[in-house]
């Protein structure tokens, strides 16, 4: 497929925000893809050039875009640097610049979706401070072969900021769309509420959520709705973990798991998704960040003391005080995540003890639609206990109110979050937030906000980003709703810290205007606050009163996690009438 294809549905896909618009477009440009471009294309028109559970990263920083871009077009980096300060997209600027060049070069080859994907692809293995000459050298090949509009994609991707707003249900519902329903999407309205329509997107939902992989989903969808259903979660690919619903007294939590139900504690650590697969261990975040390296301890545990030649265990990681014992809230095993260097120091320093709860997977056997009683015996058969390294999360079965509050309370004083009840004949929906697993937490009720924005600090602070803006959900934009600082810490011991945050906003940088910098959606924190107040001053129509944050919660939320606005009005509502 030629890449001047693909950009002619991201210019198309840019038009417009109407969401039935942008699944026609897809779907009309899938049923025309070829399955042997499919992989690529999927990817591309996500913005990406490896799957979000990949270790592979990008991880090209906008100074070597700008090397490039002057090697293609001949004019200085602080000439396109000034340009990129006014517009802040550096894909507009790499148009603009490749546009005054063309016509010298009207005959050059026409792109291939190929050549631009293999090419991002070898820039991102090349790692290294020698290489940085090869990576500007691959991606100015592109843009001078490029035309104008295909150098801004072609930038915006690689700086993995494509900004035509493809929403994962978007692309759900064009490879149903495109393979799997037939009829006239301008009716998509109509038919969203038929049981034969709902099938069908379920059954994609399902298939993504056990893969992560729209690419395999539409090979399969391109063959029918059999196929589509056939699909199931595999050793070695990361899944979407389940997820838990929320109730706040203790009868309301039973009534959606039934009674007795299994109790659990709710550990304050965070998801791990453990894969044995041919031998090798895998870790992955609910957000499938593959964490291995970062937790050799951890594969140690499980080598010593899970049996299984192949399996998936669903588990939750808990920092404990080394010289106490005592369970430490996830901020302070947060460094842990992201740390590349000292590996071993630091996980000396801050333990993890692995709480395991669900295994989905075991020698070469799916166990997603047993249920939850059974899969909970078979991981006591297959774990051997190891207080302070691996254990069973701690349970009780009970259909009584007065042992689950003794449970909740003992949990909490162990310094736990809250209690989880699940179902006990339930099976296990990745990706879904189905009910069969309840949180129940003390009642403080928090947001979990997107950082948009930020200032750069003064004095001691310099060099550090402080005072986030921060942004809540409504559907598929962002509503700034304040602004942040209070709860961060200047010394990296106490917890979350601004040289932390500074250092994972910097790669989501978009574009700064003297102090201030605009920042592209991803880093998401809990926040406390006293109040909602309504206000003119946000986007969102809304203010907190004394925000402050809890902690920082990206590595178990993504952007669909963010508190949306209704919720935001839910609240505010509600604190009206105490
Ligand atoms: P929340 O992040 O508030 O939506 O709560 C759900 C999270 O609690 C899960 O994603 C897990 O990371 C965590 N968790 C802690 N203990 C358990 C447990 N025993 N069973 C399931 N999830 C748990």
Same mark, same amino acid.
């Given at each position: 497929m030629k890449y001047s294809d693909l950009v002619a549905v991201y210019a198309e896909l840019e038009q417009t925000t109407k969401r039935l618009e942008k699944t026609a477009i897809l779907a009309s440009f899938l049923k025309k893809t070829q399955e042997s471009d499919l992989d690529m294309v999927i990817l591309l028109l996500q913005g %990406? #050039?490896?799957? /979000?559970?990949? =270790?592979? %990263?990008? !991880? #090209?920083a906008a100074k070597l875009v700008i090397r490039a871009i002057s090697t293609a077009s001949g004019l200085t980096p602080a000439k396109l640097e000034q340009d990129w300060k006014k517009t802040g997209d550096l894909g507009l600027v790499a148009e603009r610049m490749i546009h005054g060049k063309v016509q010298a070069t009207l005959f050059s080859q026409e792109l291939m979706v190929k050549k631009v994907f293999d090419n991002l692809k070898k820039l991102s293995s090349l790692s290294g401070a020698g290489t940085v000459d090869q990576k500007v050298k691959l991606l100015s090949e592109l843009l001078t072969s490029a035309k104008p509009e295909e150098a801004k994609f072609i930038v915006r991707t690689v700086l993995e900021d494509l900004r035509v707003g493809i929403a994962e249900g978007t692309l759900r519902d064009s490879i149903v769309w495109a393979y799997l329903y037939q009829g006239n999407i301008e009716e998509k309205n109509q038919v969203e509420n038929r049981e034969d329509y709902k099938k069908v997107v379920e059954a994609v939902q399902e298939a993504y959520n056990a893969t992560n992989d729209f690419a395999t989903v539409a090979k399969a969808a391109k063959k029918g709705l059999p196929a589509v259903q056939d699909i199931s979660i595999s050793v070695g690919s990361p899944l979407q973990v389940m997820l838990a619903q929320k109730e706040t007294t203790i009868d309301d939590a039973f009534s959606r798991v039934g009674r007795p139900a299994a109790l659990e504690y709710k550990y304050d650590g965070f998801r791990m998704l453990i894969h044995k697969h041919e031998g090798k261990y895998a870790l992955y975040t609910r +957000? $499938? *960040?593959?964490v291995t390296a970062q937790f050799p301890e951890v594969v140690n545990f499980i080598r010593d003391n899970v049996n299984g030649s192949n399996f998936i265990i669903d588990a939750e990681a808990v920092g404990f005080d080394a010289k106490t014992n005592q369970y430490l809230p996830f901020q302070h095993i947060s460094? &842990? @995540? &992201? +740390?590349?260097? !000292?590996i071993l120091e630091l996980a000396k320093k801050l333990p993890v003890e692995l709480n395991v709860f669900d295994v989905l997977f075991l020698n070469g056997k799916s $166990? @997603?639609? *047993?249920p939850f009683s059974k899969r909970r015996d078979t991981l006591a058969k297959i774990v051997t206990e190891r207080p302070k390294k691996i254990i069973l999360a701690h349970q009780l079965i009970t259909g009584e109110n007065k042992d689950a509050q003794k449970f909740f309370e003992a949990a909490i004083k162990a310094g736990n979050e809250g209690i989880m009840f699940k179902a006990l004949d339930a099976p296990y929906k990745p990706? /879904? +937030? #189905? !009910?069969?697993m309840v949180k129940f937490k003390s009642a403080m009720e928090t947001l979990d906000l997107v950082i948009v924005g930020a200032e750069w600090g003064e004095g %001691? +602070? %310099? !060099?550090w980003l402080t005072s986030f803006t921060l942004a809540c959900k409504d559907e598929d934009e962002f509503k700034e709703i304040g602004k942040v600082g209070t709860g @961060?810490? =200047?010394?990296e011991e106490e917890g979350l810290s601004f040289n932390e945050l500074t250092e994972t906003l910097k790669p989501y940088i978009l574009s700064g205007k003297g102090k201030e910098v605009r920042i592209k959606p991803h880093v998401i924190l809990e926040i406390k606050f006293e109040e909602i107040q309504a206000s003119t001053s946000y986007g969102s129509g809304y203010a907190l009163r004394f925000p402050r944050v809890l902690r920082e919660r990206t590595m178990e939320k993504g952007l669909k996690d963010v508190s949306d606005l209704d919720l935001v009005k839910r609240l505010y509502a509600q604190q009206k009438k105490v």
């Amino acid at each position: 497929m030629k890449y001047s294809d693909l950009v002619a549905v991201y210019a198309e896909l840019e038009q417009t925000t109407k969401r039935l618009e942008k699944t026609a477009i897809l779907a009309s440009f899938l049923k025309k893809t070829q399955e042997s471009d499919l992989d690529m294309v999927i990817l591309l028109l996500q913005g %990406k #050039v490896f799957p /979000s559970y990949d =270790e592979a %990263k990008l !991880g #090209v920083a906008a100074k070597l875009v700008i090397r490039a871009i002057s090697t293609a077009s001949g004019l200085t980096p602080a000439k396109l640097e000034q340009d990129w300060k006014k517009t802040g997209d550096l894909g507009l600027v790499a148009e603009r610049m490749i546009h005054g060049k063309v016509q010298a070069t009207l005959f050059s080859q026409e792109l291939m979706v190929k050549k631009v994907f293999d090419n991002l692809k070898k820039l991102s293995s090349l790692s290294g401070a020698g290489t940085v000459d090869q990576k500007v050298k691959l991606l100015s090949e592109l843009l001078t072969s490029a035309k104008p509009e295909e150098a801004k994609f072609i930038v915006r991707t690689v700086l993995e900021d494509l900004r035509v707003g493809i929403a994962e249900g978007t692309l759900r519902d064009s490879i149903v769309w495109a393979y799997l329903y037939q009829g006239n999407i301008e009716e998509k309205n109509q038919v969203e509420n038929r049981e034969d329509y709902k099938k069908v997107v379920e059954a994609v939902q399902e298939a993504y959520n056990a893969t992560n992989d729209f690419a395999t989903v539409a090979k399969a969808a391109k063959k029918g709705l059999p196929a589509v259903q056939d699909i199931s979660i595999s050793v070695g690919s990361p899944l979407q973990v389940m997820l838990a619903q929320k109730e706040t007294t203790i009868d309301d939590a039973f009534s959606r798991v039934g009674r007795p139900a299994a109790l659990e504690y709710k550990y304050d650590g965070f998801r791990m998704l453990i894969h044995k697969h041919e031998g090798k261990y895998a870790l992955y975040t609910r +957000r $499938l *960040e593959n964490v291995t390296a970062q937790f050799p301890e951890v594969v140690n545990f499980i080598r010593d003391n899970v049996n299984g030649s192949n399996f998936i265990i669903d588990a939750e990681a808990v920092g404990f005080d080394a010289k106490t014992n005592q369970y430490l809230p996830f901020q302070h095993i947060s460094q &842990r @995540i &992201r +740390r590349k260097y !000292g590996i071993l120091e630091l996980a000396k320093k801050l333990p993890v003890e692995l709480n395991v709860f669900d295994v989905l997977f075991l020698n070469g056997k799916s $166990l @997603i639609k *047993e249920p939850f009683s059974k899969r909970r015996d078979t991981l006591a058969k297959i774990v051997t206990e190891r207080p302070k390294k691996i254990i069973l999360a701690h349970q009780l079965i009970t259909g009584e109110n007065k042992d689950a509050q003794k449970f909740f309370e003992a949990a909490i004083k162990a310094g736990n979050e809250g209690i989880m009840f699940k179902a006990l004949d339930a099976p296990y929906k990745p990706g /879904s +937030r #189905v !009910g069969h697993m309840v949180k129940f937490k003390s009642a403080m009720e928090t947001l979990d906000l997107v950082i948009v924005g930020a200032e750069w600090g003064e004095g %001691k +602070r %310099k !060099g550090w980003l402080t005072s986030f803006t921060l942004a809540c959900k409504d559907e598929d934009e962002f509503k700034e709703i304040g602004k942040v600082g209070t709860g @961060i810490k =200047e010394l990296e011991e106490e917890g979350l810290s601004f040289n932390e945050l500074t250092e994972t906003l910097k790669p989501y940088i978009l574009s700064g205007k003297g102090k201030e910098v605009r920042i592209k959606p991803h880093v998401i924190l809990e926040i406390k606050f006293e109040e909602i107040q309504a206000s003119t001053s946000y986007g969102s129509g809304y203010a907190l009163r004394f925000p402050r944050v809890l902690r920082e919660r990206t590595m178990e939320k993504g952007l669909k996690d963010v508190s949306d606005l209704d919720l935001v009005k839910r609240l505010y509502a509600q604190q009206k009438k105490v």
